[in-house]
């Protein structure tokens, strides 16, 4: 049995901290007689603080000869802390994979919670190549992937949360068998709508196949399909119609998908949803359409997208096609890869023209489950077989050009980083259209973020032609300096600062371009931002500076170029950890000596009188007539 004793008295409280002292001095031969010659079970109790036992501190401190040691005296590797924390949880905190290897060893239990009610993989979430190892070994040993903290948040929504920086994890979650539909019990937010939010398109797919439902609302009537709308993730919202999600469900407010894409000025989201069936004239609860709710906020594009739509609904205009063949198009284009694989064995002929059977052809789409009933299945099969042999070819259906009109065909659009491009640029596959080249570029709303990330530089000199802020902010804060830095895209952001970019702007975590590059280790952009005047020790909301950024993420060459650079190695964040603590628990040996050295020659620094400031190398100057070019 599992035996935990907290020290009440003085006198046992003085033996269990002698124990952890021991401990810390790595003290062998006299823990083993202390644990003899005292009081009984003395190895499991807890010191009455924290609640920490010996193991407890072997662990945080990864020293694996003494929790071996200890485990050798009888240690029970399940006790718990005063906040229900395993020795098994904390070293997943501090990302401590061979520690967890030696105590799944002792047969520690997996599936304990704390006094919260999360488990270990709560504590396996997290940004670094440690976190994932540590999150690997915990599903291996079978951990509960659908664990639910008292407060109702499953752990792998929690996950999809940070799908920003953990992308991976979720996916490694998801894999494992945690519930695409895992909801928030408190808020009503589902995984799905948490990495909507983060942004990670792959992991939505993911979610949709693994049988993610589309139009779960939470407490606030807010659908996926709200979510996409509003950020503006045409991809996602392609993804939820090939997955029959309903764009005219309503929130709270009475918004609908379309009402969202309105608000925010994304014309192409309102072009997809009200070709896709969104009701133009549905008003909320303070009684606005969606033309009204764009004219409200000044979007001119989607504004007069909608009026067009409005105008189509008015007597006597063409009909638009048929809801169920646009959705069958949207399906087929989310399933081609799996669909071709399918229809494979029963090509017919030897020719690189590929066709099918009708019988075959309805047989599969019905086994997949096509949003579409046999009887429509029958008229597309019909307006495919032109030659009327019985035989269709697969690539005129994906295309779909035969069953639906081309401006609602997705195989049909081409997308260009911004309007006006030359023939020049575009692909080589490319739909010759006359329409797509015009004299006079259209305001477009664009991502600044996604053209950095994409290496669209192109695109970013027009917009920044037409004076669009060269600090301009996406939805979490972040400059587009910042997303070069995180992304190591050197010559943009070279680009960006000679357009005079803000090396010291700071996101919603007050983190600094520094700091995404420090984490990211790009020392070449380090080397960059230091130059041109980037504060060496600015400090994020919790206190943490670019050089603990980059000791936390391991990055040596980072942390010399840093040290090299005077950063402050003293400083402390909110938790009180120095640099030193810092490297000595994310157990790089060479940063550890890196810091130590950084340490002594500060000391020797102040003894020969230095007051130890940081010497600034001059920035580079800027505004140089424009003088920049792509081979800087």
């Known amino acids: 049995m599992r035996r935990s004793v907290m020290a009440e008295g003085p006198f046992e409280a003085r033996q269990v901290y002698k124990l952890l002292e021991l401990v810390r001095q790595k003290n062998k031969e006299q823990i083993k007689k202390l644990v003899h010659f005292s009081v009984s079970g003395l190895i499991n109790w807890t010191e009455p603080m924290h609640g920490n036992s010996a193991l407890h501190l072997a662990s945080m401190a990864n020293d694996l000869e003494m929790a071996q040691h200890l485990l050798s005296l009888k240690a029970h590797p399940d006790i718990q802390n005063k906040l229900g924390q395993t020795a098994m949880m904390l070293a997943a905190q501090h990302c401590h994979d061979c520690m967890m290897e030696l105590l799944a060893n002792k047969r520690a239990n997996m599936n304990l919670v704390d006094k919260q009610g999360k488990g270990l993989l709560f504590y396996c979430i997290g940004l670094t190549e440690r976190h994932a190892r540590c999150l690997e070994m915990a599903i291996s040993m079978h951990a509960d992937v659908n664990n639910v903290s008292y407060a109702g948040k499953p752990v792998f929504l929690f996950a999809c949360e940070q799908a920003e920086w953990c992308e991976n994890l979720c996916m490694r979650l998801l894999e494992s068998g945690a519930d695409p539909n895992a909801t928030d019990l408190m808020t009503g937010r589902t995984a799905l709508m948490a990495a909507m939010r983060a942004g990670s398109v792959a992991l939505v797919r993911r979610f949709l196949q693994k049988g993610g439902n589309p139009n779960t609302a939470d407490r606030m009537g807010v659908h996926s399909a709200h979510i996409a709308a509003a950020k503006g993730l045409l991809e996602v919202l392609r993804m939820l119609s090939a997955y029959s999600a309903d764009f005219n469900l309503m929130s709270e407010l009475g918004n609908t998908a379309l009402h969202e894409a309105a608000a925010e000025g994304h014309t192409e989201c309102c072009r997809f949803l009200v070709q896709r069936g969104c ?222 970019a803000d090396v010291n702007a700071y996101d919603q975590f007050n983190q600094t371009p520094l700091h995404h590059a420090c984490f990211a280790g790009h020392e070449a952009i380090v080397e960059l931002l230091l130059q041109h005047g980037a504060v060496v020790d600015a400090k994020t909301s919790g206190g943490v500076t670019p050089l603990m950024r980059a000791i936390q993420s391991c990055r040596v060459s980072c942390v010399e170029q840093l040290i090299n650079f005077h950063a402050n190695i003293n400083a402390t964040n909110n938790r009180g950890q120095n640099c030193k603590m810092l490297a000595q628990l994310y157990g790089n040996k060479r940063i550890c000596d890196l810091v130590k050295n950084g340490l002594v020659h500060a000391v020797t620094s102040q003894a020969h009188g230095s007051r130890g400031k940081t010497t600034a190398v001059p920035p580079a100057a800027k505004g140089t007539g424009g003088a920049w070019s792509l081979s800087q």
């Open 279 to 500: 009701n133009l004239m549905l008003r909320n609860k303070f009684g606005l359409i969606p033309s009204q709710i764009a004219k409200a906020n000044r979007h001119k594009d989607a504004l007069r997208e909608l009026k067009k739509a409005e105008e189509a609904l008015k007597p006597g205009r063409s009909k638009s096609p048929q809801l169920w063949a646009i959705r069958l198009n949207d399906w087929s284009f989310e399933h081609e890869a799996v669909l071709r694989k399918v229809f494979q064995p029963a090509v017919k002929g030897q020719s690189r023209v590929e066709t099918v059977s009708k019988q075959h052809f309805i047989s599969v789409l019905q086994a997949l489950h096509a949003p579409v009933n046999k009887s429509d299945l029958k008229n597309v099969f019909t307006s495919l077989d032109k030659e009327r042999k019985d035989l269709i070819k697969i690539s005129d259906f994906f295309e779909g050009l035969d069953y639906l009109q081309e401006e609602f065909v997705l195989s049909q659009k081409v997308t260009f980083p911004l309007p006006g491009l030359s023939r020049d640029h575009l692909p080589a596959n490319h739909i010759e259209d006359p329409l797509l080249y015009f004299d006079e570029p259209k305001e477009m709303h664009i991502n600044m973020n996604q053209h950095v990330t994409r290496d669209h530089l192109e695109s970013l000199m027009v917009a920044f032609s037409r004076n669009v802020p060269v600090d301009i902010r996406d939805c979490f804060y972040k400059t587009p300096l910042m997303t070069a830095c995180r992304s190591g895209k050197n010559q943009i952001a070279r680009f960006l600062i000679a357009l005079g």
